[in-house]
């Protein structure tokens, strides 16, 4: 049993590790059991959430939507030396902001392990209701429908700059203007790219972006882990 479990857990725990974006000297990169992220301090918050979704785990998450309720308590992520925001620096009633998860709590429902770290403040990001609650989460459930066929990785957060407002109660949080959403497929070698502001906006497939502008405006060098050829090839077109 124990071999078992020693071949086991990798395969479930360090999945979500490929492709993950290029580190920067000032990362602090924080991997979960089922998706990674990269926290900055000045902004309280993820520059991006990356993570693995395969049709197994949607059917697994759509059997256990009853089983395992979205967990709303929100939790300071501790697991990383500065430690993340607090639930009480994001609170709609006095902000006019959600605590809009990063990697969707829909696409976590795969064990208590995963409802509990997708609750975690590090996988938080301010957004205004009428945009989390329509055309993004509209975006999510595209992105489930692609996880249905093949298995994908999603790479997604806010953009972040010096010029943001910022709310929050104990922490500063730095509320993005603009979201992106990086959706690869690496079976059919195609990626998707999206870039929407942060308010109510129109169908999300009008947002469709190459990731090459998303990198110039984040910073970030998105799966430099594939061949050269390939990855210009894919970040240069819608």
Known sequence: MKKLILLFIPFICFAQLKFLPKKSIDDCIVEH???????????????WVHYRLDPKMVLTNQKNRKKFKTDRNYYQDRTFKSKSAHKDDIKFSVDGFERGHLAPAADMKIDSISVREAAYMSNISPQKKDFNGQEWLRLEKHVRSLAKKNEIYVTTGGVLSCDLQSIGHKNKVSVPKLFYKIIYDDKNKKMTAYLMPNKKVEPFKNYRVTVDLIEILT?????????????EKLESKY
Do not use: C, N, P, R
């Not at 910073?219 to 990855?231: A, H, K, R, S, V």
């Open 33 to 47: 059991t089922y998706y990674s992220l990269s926290y900055v301090e000045k902004h309280e918050q993820a520059e």
């Open 219 to 231: 910073g970030i060098d998105f799966y430099y882990g594939l061949d050269d050829i390939l990855e």
